[in-house]
């Protein structure tokens, strides 16, 4: 069974820093569509970032410059680094793990981060 777990929210002030963490088992890392996506109350769900085995990322324009996505497959994790935060970052972010040759998508549980003073 596939499992996509997210780690590292929580609260930071303005201005402040966070590393998430996004572990996933038994999908062949090397192969897949890893990404962050995060849903704030009332609001649709949106992608922050994306990125494939030796990629740089892709990126949503509200967190260009400010977050880093980046990837171990060898330790089969994904991570968003997360600077100067803005209190419009606050949401719930969940990872995302599709196939890029084969038909699967799945999501982590999500993870709170709040970015208040």
């Known amino acids: 069974q596939v499992q996509v777990v997210e780690s590292g929210g929580g609260l930071v002030q303005p201005g402040g820093s966070l590393r998430l963490s996004c572990s996933v088992s038994?999908?062949?890392?090397?192969?897949?569509?890893t990404g962050w996506y995060r849903q704030a109350p009332g609001k649709q769900r949106e992608l922050v970032a994306n990125?494939?085995?030796?990629?740089?990322?892709n990126y949503a324009d509200f967190v260009k410059g400010r977050f880093t996505i980046s990837r171990d497959n060898a330790k089969n994790t994904v991570y968003l680094q997360m600077g100067s935060l803005k209190p419009e970052d606050t949401a719930v972010y969940y990872c995302?793990?599709?196939?890029?040759?084969?038909?699967?998508?799945?999501w982590g549980q999500g993870t709170q981060v709040t970015v208040s003073s």
């Open positions: 995302n793990v599709r196939g890029l040759f084969s038909d699967y998508n799945y």
């Open positions: 990125s494939t085995s030796g990629s740089s990322g």
């Open positions: 038994r999908i062949v890392f090397s192969s897949c569509v």
